[in-house]
């Protein structure tokens, strides 16, 4: 699990499906829900499409928060579309069995370089504000020089906020693990139908389109 030194916690409990259900084995229950039963009676087309839903939420929850603080250009680190390992390395609590093999999650990060700006504290205010008037459950933490803020939006998806001396802001939103059959086959499929055509810059809502289950395959 991914973890920062929790300073201040604010807000409500999450209440998603994130959060689990205390099961164990197959009927442990991932970020969406879904229990590595359910997960075994899909094709492999259906997890594609499904990873892909699961991606334009994450885009979606990722151009909310970045309407936050800018509505301007933001600088994009790599593409999004791609998803990565996840077992214990995800962001929340892994289901019980997670492991790199049978599991997954999405991550996006944008950076911005506001005018002025010196990774003072108090500029962590806008995302907290905006965490509150969600209602999410957030922590804030001083992590070496940056300050952060992280919350959990309770349906398995998690939002962080850094502010850096530097002057460079990061914005991620990273969900927690979602089982499949085949991680590592899957995250091949849809890399091979990836065309990577991702700018260098963007205003808040601009995504990589996901890839589609007919779309010619790449040769390597």
Sequence with gaps: MLAAVVLATTGCASGGAGSGDNLTGQGA??????????????????????????????????????????????????GDVRPLPAGDGAFGAAPKGATKENSYFFRAVRTIEPDGATGAEEDL????????????RSSSAKVGTDHE?????????????????NGQYALGVYSEAFWVRDAPALIKAISLRDPADFPDESE?????????????????
């Design 149 to 165: 803020v992280r919350a959990d939006t309770g349906d398995g998806w998690w939002v962080t906020w850094s502010v850096r001396p």
């Design 29 to 78: 229950r991932d970020a969406a829900g879904m229990t590595q039963a359910q997960v075994a009676g899909l094709s492999s087309e259906d997890e594609f499409e499904l990873a892909g839903e699961r991606y334009d939420h994450g885009q979606a929850v990722l151009a909310a928060a970045q309407e936050q603080i800018s509505s301007g250009k933001w600088f994009w680190s790599g």
């Design 125 to 136: 205010a806008p995302m907290q504000r905006y965490f509150d008037e969600e209602g999410w």
């Design 204 to 220: 808040p809502g601009v995504a990589e389109p996901f890839p589609k289950w007919r779309d010619p395959v790449r040769r390597r």
